[in-house]
C-alpha cells in the first residue's frame, strides 16, 4: 500500500485514529509537525531559553531529545542540555547512560548525569530495602526523580525543563487520580506548569500529544540508540493496570487516549477555579519548595532514615 500523504512511497504505519497510512518519511515528519505545534500552541519556550531535556535512555525521551534537537536548529540563541538520573536501581541505568552519551555526543549536546545516591545518600534500592511490605517503591521514586530533576535543571542554569511524558503517560494519570479518588491533584497536570516558585524550573511537555506507540516507532524509524530494558519494579504500580486497560480501549476505540485528555483540558480550568493560588514555602529541612512544612521528599527520607 502507498503512503496516503505522498503517494509515492510504500506505507509502514495505519494510524487508526485518522486512517493515514504513511511511509516511513512522512511518518517521523508528521511526528516533529505535531510537536512543533503543541510547542507552538502552549508556547513552551522562548528564544534564549536554555533547556534541559530529561533523558532516561528509553524510545521516548531518546525521540524527544532528537525531535528539539531538530526544532532548535532554527533557533540559533537556544541552548539544549541532557540530563539523566540514575537512580541506583541494580545496573538498570548503566547501558541507559552509555547511549544517551551516545546520542549526544553525535548531536553535540551536553549529558550530564546525578544520582540518587550523592543528591539524597540512598539509592532507590536502598529505599527498596528498608521499606517494609506496604512499600510502593514507584511512588518514592516519582517524587525523588522529580525532585533530583528540578535540582540538577537549576544547578545547571536551565530556564525549561522539557520531559517526555507522551499522551499515553497523561491519560494514564488522568485515570490513575480518578481511580485514587484524588481528581484535585489533577490541576497540576498541565503541559507548561506554572511559574510558582523561583526555585522550580518550568516543566514542559512537548510530546503530550504524541501516542507511546508514535514515539516508539519514531526511535525505532529514526535509528536512535534507545535501551527496551523496563525498570524491575515497574510491575508493581497501578499505571502499569490502567496502561492495559487504556490500550484495550484504544484498540476497540481508536483516538480514546486523545479524548480522555481533551477532555480534562475542558475541565482543568474549573478544577483550578475550586483550588485557588497555592502559594508555595521552603522546606524546613532542604528548602526546596513546598505547599506543607517540609517536602515529600524530605518525609520519604526521614521514613527510611527512621526504619533502619
Ligand atoms: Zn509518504
Ligand atoms: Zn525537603
Known sequence: MLCTKCGKREAVYHRRYSGESLCSRCFLQSVE???????????????????????????DSLTLLQIL???EQKFPKSELIAITIDEGIGDYRRE???LVGQLCNRL???HHVYT???????????????????????????VLRRR??????????????????TL???????????????PLRLARLKPVSDFVHPRLVRRVKPLCMVPEAETALYAYLARLPYTNR???????????EVRIFLNRLEFKHPSTKFTIYKAFERIRPAIEATIGEVKLNECKICGEPTPGEICQACKLLNKITNHQ
Open 33 to 59: 509537525e505535531r510537536v512543533k505545534r503543541t510547542i507552538n500552541q502552549y508556547g513552551m519556550f522562548e528564544p534564549k531559553d536554555r533547556i534541559a531535556v530529561a533523558v532516561s535512555g528509553g524510545k
Open 69 to 71: 534537537y531538530k526544532i
Open 96 to 98: 541507559a547512560i552509555k
Open 108 to 110: 553535540g549536546v551536553e
Open 116 to 142: 540518587f545516591r550523592e543528591i539524597y545518600g540512598y539509592t532507590l534500592d536502598d529505599v527498596v530495602e528498608a521499606g517494609g511490605v506496604e512499600f510502593k517503591p514507584c511512588s518514592y521514586c516519582g
Open 148 to 165: 533530583a530533576l528540578n535540582f540538577a535543571a537549576r544547578e545547571l542554569g536551565a530556564t525549561k525543563l522539557a520531559v517526555a511524558h
Open 168 to 182: 499515553d503517560d497523561e491519560a494514564q494519570t488522568i485515570i490513575m487520580n480518578l481511580l485514587r479518588g484524588d
Open 230 to 240: 523496563q525498570c524491575p519494579y515497574a510491575h508493581k504500580a497501578l499505571r502499569n
